[in-house]
C-alpha cells in the first residue's frame, strides 16, 4: 500500500527525555567501564616495566628517571581525557540512537491521540531510518479500514435520507408522523454530518440539524 501521507522531519532529538538520558548514560557508562579497564591494565604494565627498570639495575640517569616519571603522568592525563571524551561521544550516540526509537513511539503517540479525538486522516510517517516501519504500515492499514467502513455507512446513511425526502415531499401523512420522520431525518443528518468529519476535516462537526424543512436540506 503506497504511502501518500506527509512526511514527518523531526529535528527535535530529545522527545523522551527520560528514556533517551536513561539509555545515554547506560551506553556511556559501558564505555567508561570498558576504557576504563583497559587504560588501568595498560598503566600497570607501564609502571611494572618501569618498576622492573629500577630494580633489575640498570643504571639510569636522572633524565631518563624524570622522562619516565613524565610519561606516566602524561600517560594519566590522556586516560583522564579519554573518559571526558568516550563519555561525551557515547551520550550523543545514545541520543542518537534513542531517536530512532524514541522518534515513532512519539509519532504513534500523536497518530492515537488524534484517533482517538475523531480524526481518522491520522495516518503515521516515519523516516526511512527509523525504527517499527511494519508498524507503521500495520497503523496505516487500520487507518484506511476506518475511513473506509465510515464511507460505507455514509453511503448506506444518505440513502436513507434520500428516501425520507422523496416520502415527505410525495407522500401525504398524518401530522404526527411527518414530525416524526423529520425529527428521525435531523437526527440521521446530525449523525451523517458527525461521519463525514471524521474523513473530511473541513466538512462541518456540528451536531445541530438545519431549521428549514427537509426539502430545503443540503446534505454537508
Known sequence: MVDLAPRIRRTQYLIAKSFQLRFAL?????????????????????????NLLADSGVALSPAAIEFLQQQRSLYLYSLFGTFIGVTLI????????SHRLAGPIFALTRRLNDLSQGNFNALLSLRKGDEFQDLKDKFNTLVH????????????VHSVLDAIEMVLSKEKLSS????????????????????????????????????SSPEDEVLV
Open 176 to 211: 404526527e408522523s411527518t414530525d416524526n420522520l423529520r425529527s428521525a431525518f435531523h437526527e440521521l443528518q446530525a449523525y451523517y454530518n458527525y461521519k463525514k468529519s471524521l474523513i473530511d476535516p473541513q466538512s462541518s462537526k456540528s451536531f445541530k440539524p438545519a431549521e
Open 90 to 97: 557515547l551520550m550523543m550516540l545514545g541520543i542518537f540512537i
Open 145 to 156: 479500514a476506518l475511513q473506509n467502513q465510515v464511507k460505507g455507512e455514509l453511503i448506506k
Open 26 to 50: 547506560l551506553l556511556s557508562g559501558v564505555g567508561v567501564i570498558v576504557t576504563s579497564i583497559i587504560g588501568f591494565l595498560l598503566y600497570g604494565v607501564l609502571a611494572k616495566t618501569q
